[in-house]
């Protein structure tokens, strides 16, 4: 069965410092990859995606993911957090191509940036 | 532009009382339609998906079920509902092509997210 894993339930950091968040997925087929976020009192929301080609993305707010295909991981990084970063990240997956495009969800690292 | 509309932001109900959460979208047609369960420490379940009217798959047993009655409708609903299905609930789309051949979906169209709502079952 498909799966993610996010190991990092809890982060804290400081600002200026940089971000990791680890995510592992498990699937024996061709997928797609996402990082969602949801800041305080707002609905989820996309942060990048990766379907295909150049394994690093860049998406929104200076956030990247590389997807190494041998480790079966897509981590999140930004080289410099702000405290506007605090906010729920949850790394999903979805089988390429089908009628559906329902994702498997990680189960979300809160992250909280002191100023 | 699209837009989904979840109702209502917030409930209260006893255990035992019957439910139903509505999520309806604009702005497209042929979504792919979907429920899903957030809940602490336990990131996003997917309850239910539909990828057409009267057409529902179910992901995980449960105390729930789903309809469709229209296109851009998607309902979420219980008879009686049970200590265990407090937690907050999402309605999301995507989009869907439809083609000559089977129905696929478009890989650049990730899920749109519904406001969600708040069930606190007592």
């Known amino acids: 069965a498909q799966s993610v894993s996010q190991h990092n339930h809890h982060v804290i950091l400081s600002e200026a410092a940089s971000l990791e968040l680890g995510c592992n997925y498990s699937?024996?087929?061709?997928?797609?990859l996402f990082w969602y976020v949801q800041y305080p009192g707002q609905h989820l929301q996309l942060l990048l995606k990766?379907?295909?080609?150049?394994?690093l993305v860049k998406g929104i707010k200076g956030f990247e993911a590389e997807f190494i295909k041998s480790k079966f991981s897509f981590n999140l990084r930004k080289p410099s957090v702000q405290w506007s970063d605090t906010a729920e990240y949850f790394c999903a997956v979805s089988r390429r191509g089908g009628a559906t495009n329902k994702l498997i969800f990680g189960t979300g690292t809160l992250l909280a940036v002191q100023p | 532009s699209q837009t989904i509309h979840q109702w209502p932001a917030t409930l209260v109900q006893p255990v035992g009382s019957p439910l139903s959460l509505e999520c309806t979208v604009e702005g497209t047609s042929n979504p792919n339609l979907y429920w899903y369960r957030q809940a602490a420490g336990r990131g996003l379940q997917l309850l239910f998906y539909s990828v057409g009217i009267g057409q529902i798959s179910s992901e995980v047993p449960q105390n729930l079920s789903a309809s469709r009655p229209q296109d851009r409708q998607f309902i979420l609903s219980s008879k009686k509902l049970l200590l265990s299905d407090s937690g907050f609930y999402l309605c999301?789309?995507?989009?869907?092509?439809?083609?000559?051949?089977?129905?696929?979906?478009?890989?650049?169209?990730?899920?749109?997210f519904g406001n969600g709502t708040r069930l606190t079952v007592t």
């Open positions: 699937y024996g087929g061709t997928v797609n």
């Open positions: 999301a789309w995507s989009v869907l092509v439809l083609s000559h051949g089977p129905p696929m979906v478009d890989n650049s169209s990730p899920l749109h």
């Open positions: 990766y379907f295909s080609g150049d394994p």
